[in-house]
C-alpha cells in the first residue's frame, strides 16, 4: 500500500500547478520543478528500508557473515566470487534515490523553516552516507551533487567522511530543537512525526558510529567509548524507540526480506546461524527460524554443501520474514549493546555486565517473550561476562539482536567476533569491503577503484 501511495503522490505533485494558468505553453505539467517537502521524506524512507537496508548489498553481507545461504552450488556471490557491475545498482540507490532526494528535502525545508523535515533529512543522509562508506570506504560527498558543474566528483578519505556523518547528525538534532510547528505526520513512515524519537536516533547513531572507530588510526577505544557513553545518555531509552519501517504484505508492500527469501531466490537460513541458537539452547530460536517443512527440524543449508529441496532448510520466522514483518534499522537493543561495550572498554566485564543482560532481555522483550521465563533466566546464566570472553560475548549477543542488519558485518570487521571461516569453496578470505560498480569505474574514474574485496576501509584495523 506504501508503495501505491507514493505512486499516487508522486502523480500528484506532477500534475500540481497545472492549473495555477489555463493555458500556459511554457509549463510542462508532467515535469514539476518544485515538489514539496512531504512529498520527498515518504518515497526516500521507503527506499532506505528497501534498498538500503534491504537491498542487493545488504543481502550480499548476509552471505559473508554466514546468515543467509542461497540453495545453489559454487560459484557464486556466496563463495566470494565477485564483480564490480553486481553493485552498479547499490551505488544508484545511495546517490541517485536517497542522498540527491534527501539533499532536495534539506534545501527546501531549510528555506520554508520547516526544520523538523531538514533535521530528518540530515539525519537520513547521515545513516545512508554511514552505509555507503562502510561498504566502500572513500566515497564522493562533498564534490557530489552539482550536476553538469562536476561530473566527475573526487573522493572524500572516509575519515573525513566519518566527520561529515557526525556533524550532519548534530546539526540534524539542532534542526529538531528550533521547535518548528511544521511537523510530518503520514508521510514520515518511520515515527509519525514523533520529533522526540528522531532525536533519540541521531545520538544513537552518533555513538554507533563513534564505536566503529575504536582501531582506527589516530583514535583510541578509550575515547570514542567516553564519546559513546556521552551520546547514548540522550538515545533510545525503549523497544519504542525503534527506527523501524511497517509493511502492510499487500502485493507490492511486502517486506523487503520476505522478498529476498522467495523460491526463486533461493536464499534460506544459513546452518552457522542455526547452529549457534541450537547450541546454545536460545529460547530465541522459535522466534526466529521457521523448522523446514518436510523435517519439522531446524536446519540450515551450509554454503558449498550439495544442494538440496528448498522444504528441507529452514527460513526466518514470522518476526522477521513474514510480507507483514517490519524491518529492524536501528534498535533499543543494539544502543545497549553499544553501551555494553563501551563500559567494558573503561571499566571492565563486571561493570558491563548489567548493560549487557538489559541488551538482550531487550531483543527477547522485543520478540515477545517473558523475560523473566525459567528458560530466559537459564539462558542468560550461561551467557555471563568475564575479563577474557566479554568483548565476544557482546558481539555474539549483539549478532543475534541485530539478525539481517548489515551492522552485523560492520561488527565482525572491527572485532572478529562473531567467529567465522571462510566458506566451503571460498575463492579468498572473506570479503571485507565491497567492490566499487562498473558504472562509477567507467564515468567517473578514481584511484580508489582498484581496491581488491578483501583489502580493508580505513577503520577496519587487526
Keep these: 500500500m506504501k508503495q501505491i501511495l507514493i505512486i499516487i503522490i508522486a502523480g500528484l505533485a506532477m500534475t500540481a500547478g497545472g492549473c495555477k494558468k489555463y493555458l500556459d505553453v511554457n509549463t510542462d505539467p508532467n515535469n514539476p520543478v518544485d515538489v514539496q517537502a512531504p512529498l520527498i521524506l515518504a518515497p526516500v524512507e521507503l ?3 528497501d534498498n538500503v537496508y534491504g537491498g542487493n548489498a545488504a543481502v550480499i553481507l548476509q552471505y559473508f557473515v554466514q546468515g543467509i545461504a542461497p540453495n545453489q552450488p559454487n560459484p557464486g556471490l556466496w563463495n566470494y566470487q565477485l564483480f564490480n557491475n553486481t553493485f552498479d545498482g547499490d551505488w544508484a540507490v545511495v546517490y541517485t534515490t536517497c ?3 534527501l539533499k532536495l528535502l534539506n534545501e527546501k525545508a531549510e528555506k520554508s523553516g520547516s526544520y523538523n523535515y531538514s533535521g530528518i533529512a540530515k539525519i537520513l543522509t547521515a545513516y545512508t552516507l554511514a552505509a555507503a562508506t562502510d561498504i566502500w570506504g572513500d566515497i564522493p ?11 566527475t566528483p573526487a573522493y572524500d578519505r572516509q575519515e573525513d567522511i566519518y566527520k561529515t556523518i557526525q556533524s550532519l547528525l548534530s546539526a540534524g538534532i539542532a534542526d529538531i530543537n528550533k521547535n518548528s510547528t511544521i511537523v510530518p505526520s503520514g508521510d514520515d513512515y518511520f515515527y509519525g512525526g514523533a520529533m522526540a ?10 555513538a554507533r558510529y563513534f564505536m566503529h572507530l575504536t582501531k582506527a588510526t589516530g ?7 567516553d564519546s559513546a557513553l556521552a551520546v547514548l545518555a540522550n538515545g533510545m531509552s525503549s523497544n519504542g524507540d525503534d ?14 526480506w520476505n522478498l529476498a527469501f522467495s523460491p526463486v531466490v533461493t536464499a534460506v537460513l544459513n546452518s552457522t546461524l542455526v547452529d549457534s541458537l541450537k547450541a546454545r539452547n536460545d529460547p530465541r530460536l522459535p522466534k526466529m527460524v521457521l523448522p523446514a517443512a518436510s523435517t519439522g527440524l531446524y536446519t540450515g543449508r551450509k554454503i558449498g554443501s550439495a544442494t538440496g529441496s528448498l522444504d528441507t532448510y529452514s527460513y526466518p520466522a514470522d518476526f522477521y520474514g513474514a510480507a507483514t514483518a517490519s524491518n529492524h534499522i536501528v534498535g533499543y537493543s543494539e544502543a545497549l549493546f ?6 567494558f572498554i573503561k571499566s571492565g566485564a563486571v561493570a558491563a555486565s548489567p548493560v549487557y543482560v538489559s541488551a538482550i532481555k531487550s531483543h527477547f522483550a522485543k520478540l515477545g517473550l517473558d523475560t523473566t521465563s525459567a528458560p530466559v533466566l537459564a539462558y542468560i546464566a550461561s551467557r555471563t561476562l568475564s575479563t577474557s ?21 560492520n561488527d565482525w570487521r572491527r572485532t572478529g567476533y562473531p567467529v567465522l571461516t571462510p566458506v566451503t569453496g571460498a575463492l579468498s578470505a572473506i570479503p571485507r569491503r565491497m567492490l566499487y560498480p562498473q558504472s562509477e569505474i567507467l564515468t567517473n574514474p578514481q584511484p580508489q577503484q582498484t581496491a581488491l574485496a578483501t583489502d580493508r576501509v580505513w577503520w577496519d584495523k587487526p
Excluded: C, H, P
Aim: hydrophobic share 40%.
Design 197 to 206: 524519537k528522531w532525536k533519540k536516533l541521531a545520538y544513537t547513531l552518533k
Design 338 to 343: 553499544l553501551k555494553a561495550e563501551a563500559v
Design 243 to 256: 527506527l523501524q519501517f511497517a509493511y502492510d504484505g499487500a502485493a507490492g508492500d511486502e517486506n523487503s
Design 389 to 409: 570472553n566479554a568483548l565476544q560475548r557482546i558481539m555474539e549477543e549483539k549478532n543475534i539482536a541485530n539478525f539481517l542488519n548489515m551492522e552485523n558485518y
Design 47 to 49: 527506499n532506505i528500508s
Design 99 to 101: 542522498l540527491q532526494n
Design 141 to 151: 560527498y562533498s564534490q557530489a551533487f552539482q550536476g553538469s558543474a562536476k561530473f
Design 219 to 225: 583514535y583510541t577505544a578509550s575515547v570514542q567509548s
